[in-house]
């Protein structure tokens, strides 16, 4: 099995700039070697969905960055590191996820030929063994996946997605095979 990154993002509006990235490295055994977690300040946030429903799962996320370029280039910057030889993972992940992508293309972080190729992305894994690609926590509880609990983390918080997009991903690689 080959290792895997799985990242996750929180934005301004599903179209909006992220304002939070997460990302997690597994080797092929399943555990974390790396992990990347980057934020900016609340203030960035104006979707109002956005601040009853996301802010509330962020407190204990650091702001480490002062703009989205810099975010940017930072996760830019680790995915380059670990992209080599990786599934990469997300969970739903259009518009948001697809977009950071777009913007580390558009921005010159990532050259043409360095996006995920392919993305996986575990909805359509879900789908294809009847599961409901949307409620991904259902599936984790039905399965008894254990997601780690180190960063304070439920659905909104970008290392929580990250974690269960992986785990979930890792649980129905096995599943299928």
């Known amino acids: 099995m080959r290792k895997i990154l799985s990242f996750d993002a929180e934005s301004n509006g599903l179209w909006g700039e992220a304002f939070a990235i997460g990302a997690l490295v597994y080797d092929d055994r399943g555990i974390e070697i790396a992990r990347f977690i980057g934020r900016l300040s609340d203030a960035v946030v104006t979707n109002e969905w956005v601040k009853k429903n996301v802010l509330p799962q962020l407190t204990e996320v650091l702001v480490t960055h002062h703009d989205y370029e810099s975010l940017l280039s930072d996760f830019a910057k680790f995915y380059m590191m670990h992209k080599l030889d990786a599934d990469i993972v997300v969970h739903g992940g259009l518009p948001v996820e697809v977009k950071i992508i777009i913007d580390m293309h558009t921005r010159g972080f990532i050259g043409d030929w360095e996006h995920p190729f392919p993305l996986h992305d575990v909805a359509s894994y ?8 949307i409620l991904i926590d259902s599936y984790v ?6 997601i780690a609990d180190d960063f304070n983390g439920s659905t909104h918080n970008p290392l929580y997605d990250s974690e269960v997009a992986a785990r979930v991903f890792m649980h129905l690689r096995r599943r299928i095979q």
Do not use: A, T, Y
């Open 141 to 146: 509880r039905k399965h008894k996946i254990s």
């Open 126 to 133: 879900l789908v294809q063994v009847g599961e409901d690609p």
